[in-house]
């Protein structure tokens, strides 16, 4: 199974304005993998991409959700509040075609899908780069929003081990399982003098995300 050549976009209307969906379908998927972005960038962000790019392989299709404040080109996300709203209407057409979906995200996207995975029905949650605590704050836990991600759901963590939002031995135990992407910041670039490289680094997250959707 491959991915289409360019993902197929569908617009959805929600009550914060439309949302986005880049579907990257693979042909015959058991799955829909459904990730939404971080407070601070878009679809872009490199693990993303990466997911998007190697996951219908494994007959997963991947979702890359844009939430509504991002497709009007504001800067700001709104309040957790409007970011579960919005996600909350969007998941319909995620549903559309009858497969379990994965609900799933990098940083605030992380939180968002942890915070609705119970009474949205989701399959599962992947947590990338899940913001334990503002930098410098350990104080300020949101352990409580990883913990409560859907009562028995299967979570699946992917940190970087010099994320200041939370490094993987921060990570209180669990139900989760827990992946640490060597020398990785919180938007899993690796610096330059780092015995692992860039590539290196995106290949634990594709891969160790792959096993896990295999096994759920």
């Given amino acids: 199974m491959s991915a289409t050549a360019d993902p197929r976009t569908e617009t959805v209307p929600t009550s914060a304005g439309d949302a986005r969906i880049h579907w990257y379908e693979s042909p015959g998927a058991a799955l829909v993998l459904a990730l939404g972005h971080g ?6 962000a490199r693990d993303l991409v990466a997911l998007a790019a190697a996951m219908p392989a494994g007959g997963v299709t ?7 404040w991002r497709v009007a080109g504001k800067k700001l996300a709104p309040a957790p509040k409007r970011l579960d709203e919005a996600w909350r209407e ?17 940083s605030a996207g992380a939180r968002v899908a942890c915070r609705t995975a119970h009474d949205l029905g989701a399959h599962a949650v992947l947590a990338l780069s ?10 300020n836990s949101r352990a409580a929003e990883l913990l409560g991600a859907g009562g028995g759901v299967p ?12 490094r993987p031995a921060e990570f ?12 990785a910041d919180h938007g899993f670039a690796v610096p330059k003098r780092a015995p692992v490289g860039q590539d290196e680094a995106l290949a634990v997250i594709t891969g160790r995300t792959a096993a896990w959707l295999r096994g759920l």
């Fill in 62 to 68: 991947v979702a890359l959700v844009e939430q509504p």
């Fill in 172 to 183: 209180p135990d669990g139900g989760h399982e827990l992946v640490e992407v060597p020398f």
């Fill in 130 to 139: 899940f913001p334990l605590h503002p930098p410098g704050r350990p104080e």
């Fill in 90 to 106: 969007l998941w319909p057409a995620l549903r559309a075609a009858g497969r379990p979906v994965v609900a799933g995200g990098r």
């Fill in 155 to 166: 979570v699946l963590v992917v940190q970087g081990a010099a994320d200041p939002f939370g």
């Fill in 39 to 44: 407070a601070g960038g878009g679809v872009e």
